[in-house]
């Protein structure tokens, strides 16, 4: 019996394979420092754990609705307000199992096959396979690193096809860090209007932005940009929430309405008692974000001039999210591997030191470094990668 074309073609997870094969070394008692895992050290604050808790002692241990609970989409239309000011209504939102999984159902609701989705690079893992899973072709377009990654609104327009239906926007940037400026953004936006595009615009990172810098939605340049756009968010990130699974998605009635009647028929709903954690996130939990945020950006300081001292590296400085893109060509070129993957893979193997290789962002000749770890790990991990260059050089 053969699987279904959608499911053969798709490319596995290269965040989550070399997790797998970092944890699979630990357990065979390897002193293995992972680097590769896109979540918060944190734990949950406790405050979103007793709201959790209390729900469920409660019997709010039922369906919801496939939405997700009123009283969450008013905490988010809410947090729109106060953060973006943004305006939309409950019905304007739907609450899906992670921002991944409200991603996912918004292609499966826009896309008919053959569409187009264009996707900077470096992107998301997920993204293109999202959008093939859909029946919609990626269009990946090279975002320059001398341009800190960003795309151009001419290259945006000299993608863009009659069969081009959206392109997506990561700000602050998995896997990068970068973070496009309000005027970037409404120059991208007004490009994305004439070419009458709709804009996925990813702002899970949003919380997480460094040295006084000021996340920007490219839903806020104007009015007619925010009916252009479906923002996706959730509190994995920002809140530590990652295993929770609780995402969103906020756009055009129309088109979350599709989604919820299409989640309807696959999660029938977000986990309940997880919903509830979700609303104390929004309506109670300040401090804890900022702690986690200011441990961040201290990492970031210690660590980046370590990273761009060692020989062949270079790195452009993150403004957000917690993860560092260094570029490797010349030191695995200068060390005698043939591609960044197979230096990634020797690294692991003989220093047990985990990166997550750059072809599966597709940008080859990078390399996707997390600091979402404890600065002693940061600091051993980089004293590694030096010997380990030094070694083969």
């Known amino acids: 019996m053969n699987l279904a074309e959608r499911v053969a073609t798709l490319t596995p997870s290269s965040t989550l394979a070399i997790t797998a094969k970092a944890k699979a070394l630990k357990a065979e008692g390897h002193d293995v420092l992972g680097l590769g895992a896109g ?9 979103i754990i007793q709201r959790a808790a209390e729900a469920m002692h409660a019997g709010h241990t039922k369906y919801t609705a496939a939405g997700g609970l009123p009283e969450l989409r008013e905490a988010i239309a809410k947090k729109f307000k106060q953060d973006q000011g943004l305006t939309y209504a409950i019905d304007e939102i739907i609450v899906c199992s992670g921002a991944k999984h409200a991603l996912y159902t918004l292609f499966q609701a826009l896309l008919d096959p053959g569409e187009e989705v264009i996707i900077p690079a470096p992107y998301w893992v997920s993204y293109p396979e999202q959008v093939k899973l859909a029946g919609g072709e990626p269009v990946v377009v090279q975002a320059s690193e001398a341009n800190d990654f960003k795309l151009t609104p001419q290259q945006l327009e000299e993608a863009a096809t009659e069969n081009t239906k959206a392109v997506i926007i990561n700000s602050p940037s998995n896997p990068t860090g970068t973070m496009y400026t309000a005027e970037e953004l409404k120059a991208l936006g007004e490009t ?23 996340h920007s939605s490219i839903a806020e340049q104007s009015e007619a940009l925010k009916n252009q756009t479906v923002i996706i968010n959730g509190v994995s990130k920002s809140h530590s929430m990652t295993g929770w ?28 008692p997880a919903q509830f954690g979700a609303i104390s996130a929004y309506e109670e939990v300040t401090e804890e974000i900022e702690t986690m945020r200011l441990a961040f950006e201290d990492r970031l300081d210690r660590v980046y001039e370590q990273l761009i001292s060692l020989p062949g590296v270079t790195c452009v400085k993150p403004a957000g999210a917690f993860y560092l893109f260094p570029n490797v ?16 893979t020797a690294l692991l193997e003989e220093e047990k030191v985990a990166l997550v290789p750059g072809s599966g962002f597709g940008s080859p000749e990078n390399v996707r470094l997390s600091y ?5 790990v940061l600091e051993e991990a980089l004293k590694r990668i030096q010997r380990f260059i030094d070694n083969h050089s």
């Open 245 to 272: 699974r609780i995402g969103y998605a906020a756009g055009p009635k129309f088109l979350i309405q599709a989604m919820t009647n299409l989640a309807s028929h696959s999660t029938s709903n977000p986990t309940a």
């Open 329 to 344: 060509q010349k030191a695995v070129e200068m060390n005698g591997f043939s591609s960044v993957d197979d230096w990634v």
């Open 372 to 376: 979402a770890t404890s600065l002693d």
């Open 39 to 47: 979540e918060p050290d944190f734990n949950t604050p406790e405050t």
């Open 192 to 214: 994305a209007l004439k070419l009458n595009l709709l804009i996925v615009s990813d702002e899970i990172y949003e919380k997480l932005v460094y040295h006084g810098g000021a």
